[in-house]
């Protein structure tokens, strides 16, 4: 199976922020990798796919990149509603499989 | 707009057997792959399986593999998860979600609500 690796385990910001969060998987996915938010007691939501693509609907400061092993979220200015803990998964290969989380925190 | 309703879960006791059900609407639910993904108490996401537009192919975690079936009945626009030998580590809520095509390579669009499964004596 393909180990998807998140840093950090949680992160730290302010309002305006600039964020990355990392995403590692053990080998080669291509750009097979999604981005999605989660806030407590909701479901997640989708915010990138093939590791760039904007979901319809998703604020333009979310942004996705990096292609093989390594990529990255960034939010380039956070805003209150941006606090939630943010998971990766990879759908290269079955089972897909997700990062343990990144939570972002005040 | 897509709509994925969970219902089946509860309190089960360890060994025995639950099906969760998933009632899709607000999409052509036959040209979409399915799949659960579940969130124990306080942890992350897992994903559990998946079912191609027509069935025709699923895949499972290893962690459910021989326990756990996936089904679905484009009739009904309904997917399920028959849980069977049920075990404490899998309590967990369990979502149903839409991807976003109908086989290889699409990534979740849509989730439910959720179900919560607790397995306890």
């Known amino acids: 199976d393909i180990q998807m690796t998140q840093s950090p385990s949680t992160l730290s910001a302010s309002v305006g922020d600039r964020v990355t969060i990392t995403c590692r998987a053990s080998?080669?996915?291509?750009?097979?990798l999604a981005w999605y938010q989660q806030k407590p007691g909701k479901a997640p939501i989708l915010l990138i796919y093939k590791a760039s693509r904007v979901e319809s609907g998703v604020p333009s400061r979310f942004s996705g990149s990096g292609s093989g092993t390594e990529f990255t979220l960034t939010i380039s200015s956070l805003q209150p509603g941006d606090f939630a803990t943010y998971y990766c998964q990879q759908y290269d290969n079955y089972p897909y499989t997700f990062g343990q989380g990144t939570k972002l925190e005040i | 707009q897509v709509q994925l309703v969970e219902s089946g879960g509860g309190v089960i006791q360890p060994g025995r057997s639950l099906r969760l059900s998933c009632a899709a609407s607000?999409?052509?639910?036959?040209?979409?792959?399915m799949c659960w993904v579940r969130q124990a108490p306080g942890k992350g996401l897992e994903w559990v399986t998946l079912?191609?537009?027509?069935?025709?192919?699923?895949f499972y975690a290893d962690s459910v593999k021989g326990r756990f079936t996936v089904s679905r009945d484009n009739s009904k626009n309904t997917l399920y998860l028959q849980m069977n030998s049920l075990r404490a580590e899998d309590t967990a809520v369990y979502y149903c979600?839409?991807?976003?095509?109908?086989?290889?390579?699409?990534?979740?669009?849509?989730w439910g609500h959720g179900t919560l499964v607790t397995v306890s004596s």
């Open positions: 979600a839409k991807t976003m095509g109908s086989s290889y390579f699409e990534a979740i669009d849509y």
């Open positions: 080998q080669t996915i291509s750009t097979w």
């Open positions: 079912t191609w537009y027509d069935g025709s192919n699923k």
């Open positions: 607000g999409f052509t639910f036959s040209n979409y792959g």
